[in-house]
């Protein structure tokens, strides 16, 4: 299966064109190691065009460097960060948010992967009691481990339930782009602007090789300082900081810069493969009662329920995790360079398979 496309993770899809041009281009010649190079200061310019003019980014190696590097600024020793039970804080990262920061999940169950003001608001109680780890960031993922996308004034909620009791809200961004193609806004509209204090600024889903970016919505505050301040520290000590960073900014450009046009583009399209993947399970799904699809497909994952003996023989020609063993549900997710063949490919088998059970 080396060159065929499945739909496991937007992870196996290669890197884009455009990011290996622009990783080419900024070979040649010696540039200054470790951020003081130009490649570098021109993501500082990204970021500020994309979050705000308070904001500051600092580029790391992966998504479980980012948000521990993240989560690390935002907390103590003795503090807490509340998330969902199906966040990738928590389930995915091998508990390096735990290990790394030395930081205590409160983590609440969610079915549609996001997490409510009532759900959160719940788990902030026993403020300044020794024997409980103190929570003071709440963390969502965007879009979530569900496929699904927070709303904007949804995000604000969150905010305002976290800064009214002192805490800060991190947004945990490695699909980020996704969701922005999904609500038709811009990355400051549903972060900056809704009170997000820290964002987790995904590249590799999206088309790079590797690259991702802590982002500091509002360094011009108290505590954004404070958190700006801590970054390049915390970033080296977390062996997060590339010596030759220039390769990591310039892959973050190429997606980023000119309004995000690249990852945007690559995104619009991986949701839309989706969406059509989506359709085409769910005219299945009206005939076949083994077959549903609990979740609308918001972005560019799809879950739907299948049968053990299809998904065993839909896994055989195909790459997609299980992704509740309980129910039978799979994860379909579409990357940027997912194409309407491949849908195609694994609707036509799943229909031949339908049609043999």
Known sequence: MKNKRGFASDNYAGVHPEVLARMAEVNPGHEVAYGEDSETERFNEVVKELFGKDAVGFPVF???GANVVALQAATKRWEAVICVESAH???DEGGA???????KLWTVPTEDGKLSVEAAQSQIFDVGFVHRAQATVISITQTTEMGTVYQPEEIAALADLAHANGMLLHLDGARLSNAAAALGKSFKEFTTDVGVDLVSLGGTKIGAMAAEAVIVTNA???RGKELAEAMPFLRKTSMQLASKMRFFSAQLNALFENDAALALAN???ANAMAQKLYSEVMEIAQSHPGISIPNTAEANAVFPIFPAEITEALQAEYRFYIWNQATGQVRLMCAWDTEEEDVAGLVGLLRELVGKN
Do not use: Y
């Open 220 to 222: 011009s505050t108290p």
């Open 62 to 64: 992966n998504g479980t």
């Open 267 to 269: 995104a619009k399209k």
């Open 97 to 103: 948010p735990e290990k790394m920061a030395g930081l």
């Open 89 to 91: 804080i928590h389930v």
